[in-house]
């Protein structure tokens, strides 16, 4: 039996695996990729994290904190988390491949991407929630990234190195993307923001795409054909289905106190999954950490 089972390698799910270690608890992380990260990986450069350069692309960045988290004495194990009894004591595990008990858990297996609300012919060919593995399908067309935040944004800049031309269309008045990555794209020439734009349908096949893109304030159709390709950012759907009996926010996200806690008894929970206002890396590491920390002083006092 484990002293911690934690569901999710991002950074959140390894950062409390390492905590947990030091603290000498039994650990294991669960993950059902193939490669741990979660949607850090899946980034084109991480940015604004403390001793983290510039242009280090998101794979690298979480390899080195598995290789850590493996350092540390966790076990990482690539199974998928089919169902979980929360409210036993210890807690169960059911995966594609087994049964495993606890007495602790954190939740930290994130969101995952909120699908584009448009009519597409094929969504699997046309559209791509990850820039970066699906890079090669920018390569000499013009892309059209739908979203104003700042992981939209971002990969804006990271696809106008490799596209001919890059369209953000965003439904607000501005996007919401921090300065420096707005500044970031005013400064390149074959970046294009459509803000008050949805894209309304996609259609067509590699190499003669059809997108429709809708002035939400006006209801004007424009249509652009040509060998395009969709990236969209919208946002994350947390990843709560299993979590039977947790509090949950109308949003979905799970409800914590300042500890991590969540309202059953063992159950912790950390990372994108959580409800907070404010999602990103060091936020993430932090939260792992109070989780691990907690979960170690309430099994020496028990």
């Not at 193939?34 to 940015?47: Q, Y």
Request: aromatic share 6%; with cysteine; proline share 1%.
């Amino acid at each position: 039996m484990y002293d911690v089972i934690i569901i999710g390698s991002g950074v959140a799910g390894l950062t409390a695996a390492i905590y947990a270690r030091s603290r000498s608890l039994k650990t294991a992380v669960f993950e059902k990729e193939e490669n741990v990260g979660g949607i850090i990986r899946g980034v084109s450069f991480v940015t604004h994290y403390p001793g983290v350069s510039y242009n280090e692309r998101g794979d690298e960045f979480v390899s080195k904190i598995e290789d850590q988290t493996r350092d540390a004495g966790a076990e990482i194990i690539h199974e998928e988390v089919t169902k979980v009894d929360l409210n036993a004591d210890p807690k169960v595990v059911y995966t594609n491949n087994g049964k495993y008990e606890a007495k602790k858990i954190v939740i930290a297996n994130g969101t995952a991407p909120r699908k584009l609300d448009c009519h597409s012919e094929d969504n699997d060919t046309l559209i791509s929630y990850d820039a970066f593995a699906d890079s090669s399908k920018a390569f000499g067309k013009e892309v059209f990234i739908v979203g104003g935040s700042d992981g939209a944004v971002k990969e804006s800049i990271f696809l106008a190195s490799l596209a001919n031309k890059v369209h953000i269309t965003h439904q607000g008045e501005a996007l919401t993307a921090i300065e420096a990555f707005q500044n970031e794209v005013n400064s390149k020439n074959n970046i294009e923001v459509h803000l008050n734009t949805r894209i309304d349908s996609i259609s067509g096949e590699s190499g003669n795409v059809t997108v429709k893109l809708r002035d939400v304030k006006t209801d004007e159709i424009t249509e652009v054909s040509g060998d395009h390709y969709v990236f969209a950012y919208i946002g994350g759907v947390p990843n709560t289905v299993l979590y039977e009996g947790l509090d949950l926010t109308d949003k979905g996200y799970i409800v914590i106190d300042k500890n991590m806690k969540t309202n059953i008894d063992g159950v912790y929970a950390a990372g994108d999954i959580v409800d907070n206002d404010v999602r990103q890396i060091s936020t993430a590491a932090s939260e792992g950490t109070i989780a691990a920390i907690r979960i170690a002083d309430e099994l020496k006092n028990a």
